[in-house]
């Protein structure tokens, strides 16, 4: 048996009253997932642990399987690794968001929704003048870039800026944890040794941070794209936000983890879950035209996960264009990616694999909800499907929040939805 996972990031929501107090799961036109809840498998899945934020670095690692209180770094070291930068002993690997902010508060979190070009021409001039031993800009995607201080301390308390849409931004800079205001701690080679040299304490590196952060805005307020930009009415890519820093997590792969597992690859255009494949073991495909909004490339993400589905046992694929609209608060954008990840995923990965001799499971599910009137991730449990050909149906009829929870699994907890995917077999 072969396996698939077909995920849309943030795609469940709440119930909307302007959709006449559906969901958008209930509400969009899904013919080819309610069938596959139709003739498979049902439940829920509560993604993230107790005690963790939200966020689609937590759900997607404990989605594939792994101990969150193990493994869990932050979402910085994930993309490090997705963009290929080595961590070195003393790395502190954060997220760097290009983000908008007007008249003091945090308009957007994607700074304009930047072009990946524009995003590199950006982070490059940053680096030119703000770049030192100590502190690395490196390019990645869009407006997700990557920030490495040298000896920082994650013990810094970071605000995600997308789970803060409309606030104030000066409340929100980053502030040292309580208890690591002068606290140091000794920096770890690979074999577990101490190298001999210390990190910065969490005031150290909160201070170094916004200082970064003050000097970023004028610098990009004075940059020839983002004064082109205001010109023309648009959102400018005027302020860095640095968050979700960790050190190098250790994490075995998932061949490892599940030996009945022997290759495997994962589907994204998106740093993070790119990183968390890498640490995983999975080979990393990258799709022409895929850009994690909804002009993504289904079509190219679709025929990609089915190729590699011939000669793996194995993809993850992840869509990200419905937190992207969840985030924006655009309701009619969520639905229609809803709609795509249905017509332009779903359904030609099924109408392919129902015809091979070898059976594939496909497996779909948010990793969390990202609510289009609330704008930010929440830890509710998510509904997902099992089909396979064979597989005796439950009564489910449809492929949503509410029809879910009736479902046979009931409620799954972190590695149990792996753990029930890797024994259908």
Not at 50 to 76: K, M
Not at 199 to 205: A, D, K, L, S, V
Request: with cysteine; net charge negative; proline share 6%.
């Amino acid at each position: 048996m072969k396996h698939i996972i077909i995920l849309g990031d943030g795609m469940a929501d709440h119930a909307v009253s302007r959709l006449d107090g559906k969901t958008l799961l209930q509400y969009a036109d899904t013919p080819y997932m309610d069938m596959l809840a139709r003739k498979g498998r049902s439940g829920m899945l509560q993604t993230i642990p107790d005690g963790f934020h939200p966020g689609s670095e937590v759900a997607n690692t404990a989605i594939l399987g792994y101990d969150l209180n193990q493994v869990y770094e932050g979402r910085g070291p994930l993309e490090a690794a997705s963009i290929g930068y080595d961590m070195q002993p003393g790395d502190l690997a954060m997220r760097c968001n290009f983000i908008t902010l007007q008249d003091n508060r945090i308009i957007t979190h994607n700074g304009g929704n930047l072009s990946t070009d524009n995003g590199d021409k950006l982070i490059r001039y940053l680096d030119e003048h703000l770049g030192s031993e100590q502190v690395k800009f490196i390019t990645g995607i869009q407006y997700r870039h990557l920030l490495v201080i040298r000896n920082g301390s994650k013990h810094v308390d970071c605000a995600p800026p997308h789970d803060h849409p409309n606030e104030p931004w000066q409340p929100l800079m980053v502030k040292s944890e309580a208890g690591w205001e002068d606290r140091r701690e000794p920096v770890i080679a690979p074999d577990g040794q101490p190298t001999g040299e210390q990190r910065m304490t969490g005031r150290e590196t909160a201070e170094l941070l916004n200082n970064l952060i003050l000097k970023s805005q004028e610098l990009l307020a004075a940059h020839p794209f983002n004064v082109e930009k205001v010109a023309r009415g648009e959102r400018p890519a005027n302020s860095i936000w640095p968050w979700g820093g960790g050190y190098r997590p250790n994490m075995q792969t998932l061949m490892r983890l599940y030996p009945q597992m022997k290759s495997g690859s994962v589907i994204s255009a998106v740093d993070l879950i790119r990183g968390i494949g890498r640490y995983a073991g999975l080979d990393i495909i990258k799709v022409p035209g895929a850009t994690g909004l909804a002009d993504t490339n289904y079509e190219g993400k679709a025929a990609a996960a089915i190729e590699a589905l011939k000669y793996q046992d194995f993809v993850y694929l992840h869509l990200e264009a419905s937190d992207e609209a969840g985030h924006d608060g655009d309701l009619k954008l969520k639905l229609r990616t809803i709609e795509y990840l249905d017509h332009r995923i779903v359904e030609p990965i099924y109408n392919e694999v129902k015809q091979w001799n070898e059976p594939v499971c496909i497996a779909i599910l948010p990793d969390h909800p990202t609510p289009v009137e609330i704008r930010t991730h929440v830890s509710e449990p998510v509904p997902f499907l099992f089909w396979h050909r064979g597989i005796t149906p439950d009564s489910v009829q449809c492929y949503d929040e509410v029809s879910c929870a009736k479902g046979s699994y009931g409620l799954l907890r972190l590695n149990q939805f792996m753990e029930s995917l890797m024994q259908i077999d």
